[in-house]
């Protein structure tokens, strides 16, 4: 990956923090983004990577840090939330914010990632769906929904830039050990009075899982599609 810029949202912490350690032991010249700079600046200092602190939800912020980094070969649109609500506590407000952090920034970065793309004729897009994406489940709706449109984004604009030597594909992992999901069992846990351990389990169990996914399998698989010799586009490859 020597000589490429690889733009990661979402690059302090979890799945996205291990895709920025690969793509800079690859030799790409990281750039990662989120809010909160206390972990950008921890991943910045092990990894060599740039950063810069992005709310992705505003084109304001997306169209000033793709200003700031530059033409990238590399856009992995990792960012997102895992809140779920059964419907009746489900408020408008609850709802855009789903949408706008997992499927609504993924559209604003590849706009103003792509032209630079399509001009040197070579570009990879990850986006890091979910299983998700796939298949719904109760209390998920406004994640769910997110997440299968953004693998209704990835296999359009796969289909619209085949001709451009841009490849745009998914990752959708299931139960993945960061932050975010040590969170949502906690959350669980005190809503529920269940034990923490028992919440875990009923998680896996829903997805068939054995065990929580080390987040540096979901890295391997996005280093993978970010790489020049990548084969596919409009892919959304299972991860469990
Ligand atoms: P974490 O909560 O551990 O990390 C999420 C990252 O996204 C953080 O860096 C966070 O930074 C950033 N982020 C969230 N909102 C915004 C925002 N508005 N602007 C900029 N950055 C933002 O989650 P994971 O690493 O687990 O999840 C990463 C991706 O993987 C998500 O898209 C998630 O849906 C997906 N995924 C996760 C699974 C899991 O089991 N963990 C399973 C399948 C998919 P900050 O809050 O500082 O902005």
Same mark, same amino acid.
């Given at each position: 990956? /020597?000589?490429?810029?690889?733009?990661?949202?979402?690059?302090?912490?979890?799945?996205?923090?291990?895709?920025?350690?690969? #793509?800079?032991?690859?030799?790409?010249?990281?750039?990662?983004? &989120?809010?909160?700079?206390?972990?950008?600046?921890?991943?910045?200092?092990?990894?060599?990577?740039?950063?810069?602190?992005?709310?992705?939800?505003?084109?304001?912020? +997306?169209?000033?840090?793709?200003?700031?980094?530059?033409?990238?070969?590399? #856009?992995?649109?990792?960012?997102?939330?895992?809140?779920?609500? %059964? #419907?009746?506590?489900?408020?408008?407000?609850?709802?855009? /914010?789903?949408?706008?952090?997992?499927?609504?920034?993924?559209?604003?970065?590849?706009? *103003? +990632?792509?032209?630079?793309?399509?001009?040197?004729?070579?570009?990879?897009? @990850?986006? +890091?769906? &979910?299983?998700?994406? /796939?298949?719904?489940?109760?209390?998920? &709706?406004?994640?769910?929904?997110?997440?299968?449109?953004?693998?209704?984004?990835?296999? *359009?604009?796969?289909?619209?830039?085949?001709?451009?030597?841009? #490849?745009?594909?998914? @990752?959708?992992?299931?139960?993945?050990?960061?932050?975010?999901?040590?969170?949502?069992?906690?959350?669980?846990?005190?809503?529920?009075? /269940?034990?923490?351990?028992?919440?875990?389990? &009923?998680?896996?169990?829903?997805?068939?899982? *054995?065990?929580?996914?080390?987040?540096?399998? @979901?890295?391997?698989?996005?280093?993978?599609?970010?790489? %020049?010799?990548?084969?596919?586009?409009?892919?959304?490859?299972?991860?469990?």
């Amino acid at each position: 990956m /020597k000589g490429q810029t690889a733009l990661i949202t979402g690059g302090g912490r979890g799945i996205g923090e291990a895709a920025a350690r690969a #793509l800079a032991r690859a030799g790409a010249r990281v750039f990662i983004a &989120s809010r909160t700079r206390s972990e950008l600046e921890r991943v910045a200092a092990e990894t060599g990577a740039e950063f810069a602190v992005c709310d992705v939800t505003l084109p304001s912020d +997306v169209e000033a840090l793709a200003r700031r980094v530059g033409p990238v070969q590399v #856009l992995v649109n990792n960012a997102g939330v895992a809140e779920s609500a %059964p #419907l009746a506590r489900m408020d408008l407000e609850f709802w855009r /914010k789903v949408m706008d952090t997992n499927l609504t920034s993924a559209f604003l970065l590849a706009r *103003s +990632v792509v032209p630079a793309m399509v001009a040197a004729r070579y570009g990879r897009i @990850v986006n +890091v769906a &979910s299983i998700a994406g /796939k298949r719904g489940g109760a209390y998920i &709706s406004a994640y769910a929904a997110s997440k299968h449109g953004l693998l209704g984004l990835t296999s *359009s604009l796969a289909m619209e830039l085949a001709g451009h030597g841009v #490849l745009v594909n998914a @990752v959708c992992p299931g139960y993945v050990d960061t932050p975010m999901t040590r969170r949502n069992v906690e959350r669980i846990a005190q809503a529920t009075g /269940k034990p923490p351990d028992q919440v875990l389990r &009923s998680f896996l169990d829903s997805m068939g899982q *054995s065990r929580l996914l080390e987040p540096e399998v @979901v890295a391997k698989a996005i280093l993978e599609l970010a790489a %020049p010799e990548c084969a596919h586009t409009g892919a959304a490859i299972d991860l469990l």
